[in-house]
């Protein structure tokens, strides 16, 4: 069969299996993976290590929407693969925790998962429970490394207060984070005292400064509302709409790319983000009818976000000044919503202070100056880990 993929970068599993795959032996081996957990040919980490390699693998964890994508959202379920027959414990459920019992009864964990370099995508919590486990287990950790599809030379917005911690912060980094999940996987052991053994496949040919189109690299997309790599640069700004009663585009085909609600007019709206200084993008006037979440079935208006210069692209500043500007038109209107008794908004941006600043109508250029003190801190860490 003809091979058609050549990527610049060489991703952790191929490095793994063209060079290092005899390391692992007859060790008892389990894999925290999902759909794109794949070469550039496509060919899954599964079918590679336990069906071609024959590798001795117990146990597959699976993080957010499935080992093999399929879960749309809500809970994953423990089953089993039905391609290789292999257990599959759920890392999205009940306990977002792998079984200690089952890691008791490994000697290593692999762990090759695309993130998309934003602290809120669940991927690097999953990650930091599977070293928490494996540290106290005495089982050693092996990451597979894949690049940061939005850089891993930029970082941006507020560093999460531990006092807002969960899911979708699980530890103090900021909402752009640039780092890959090997870089990741240091600074969780090491800061958090995690006190596991953790080795990191390097990738080959994967700097710094690369965006996810070029590493040549075929996009899969991490989860289902990440359909492009598109989708990946807006996200983290885009996303913060989830905490507040405007749709950031989940129903329709462009996800975080398109927002809006019922009572918004698309011109106002564009006209206060043309006043406001974000650079290097565009805004198309729109309306939508989402197919499921926030607004199914209304007319919803609002703007399509194209970024013209993602170099100058600011995706968190974006996402905050947005949500300042519809505050300022519809003051009746947006709203922060609550989860569990808390504010969702709260836990996506990583702290309260910024809610309390858009309710009270503060200033524009308050709101994106804040907590660049921890920002710089965090960027000292940071330093300690990187690889590349």
């Not at 429970?129 to 891993?152: Q, S, W, Y």
């Not at 007319?299 to 905050?320: A, H, I, N």
Request: glycine share 10%; with cysteine; proline share 7%.
């Amino acid at each position: 069969m003809e091979r058609v993929c050549k990527p610049k970068v060489r991703v952790g599993l191929q490095v793994l299996v063209e060079g290092l795959v005899d390391a692992l032996g007859d060790r008892r081996i389990g894999v925290v993976a999902n759909h794109t957990s794949v070469t550039p040919d496509f060919d899954h980490i599964l079918d590679i290590l336990y069906s071609a390699l024959r590798l001795n693998i117990r146990a597959v964890f699976a993080p957010e929407h499935g080992i093999r994508g399929a879960v749309p959202a809500g809970p994953v379920r423990g089953t089993v693969d039905e391609r290789t027959g292999l257990p599959v414990y759920s890392l999205y459920g009940a306990s977002c925790r792998p079984p200690e019992d089952i890691v008791k009864r490994l000697d290593v964990i692999v762990y090759d998962v695309q993130d998309v370099g934003v602290r809120f995508y669940t991927y690097i919590s999953t990650l930091y429970h599977v070293i928490e486990a494996a540290g106290r287990a005495g089982v050693k950790v092996l990451v597979l490394d894949r690049p940061n599809p939005i850089t891993g030379a930029s970082i941006e917005g507020p560093v999460l207060d531990l006092e807002y911690r969960s899911f979708i912060g699980v530890w103090e980094l900021p909402v752009r984070y640039g780092m890959t999940a090997g870089e990741l996987a240091l600074l969780f052991n090491h800061e958090a005292g995690l006190g596991a053994d953790i080795e990191v496949v390097r990738m080959e040919g994967w700097r710094r400064e690369m965006w996810f189109d070029e590493t040549g690299l075929p996009w899969v997309p991490p989860s289902p509302n990440m359909p492009t790599f598109n989708t990946a640069i807006v996200y983290p700004g885009t996303c913060l709409l989830e905490g507040t009663n405007v749709s950031e585009g989940r129903g329709t085909t462009k996800p975080f790319e398109m927002v809006g609600a019922p009572w918004i007019d698309e011109y106002q709206l564009i006209g206060e983000l043309e006043s406001l200084p974000i650079r290097g993008v565009k805004y198309r006037p729109s309306r939508f009818m989402p197919l499921y979440g926030k607004y199914a079935g209304k007319l919803c208006r609002g703007v399509q976000v194209y970024v013209s210069d993602r170099e100058l692209f600011e995706p968190v500043k974006f996402g905050l000044l947005l949500i300042w500007a519809i505050k300022v038109l519809y003051p009746d209107h947006l709203q922060f919503v609550r989860r569990g008794g808390r504010y969702y908004f709260d836990l996506l941006v990583g702290c309260d202070t910024i809610r309390r600043l858009v309710e009270e109508g503060c200033d524009p250029e308050e709101l994106v100056s804040l907590r660049f003190r921890e920002l710089e801190a965090f960027d000292d860490v940071r330093s300690r880990y990187i690889i590349y």
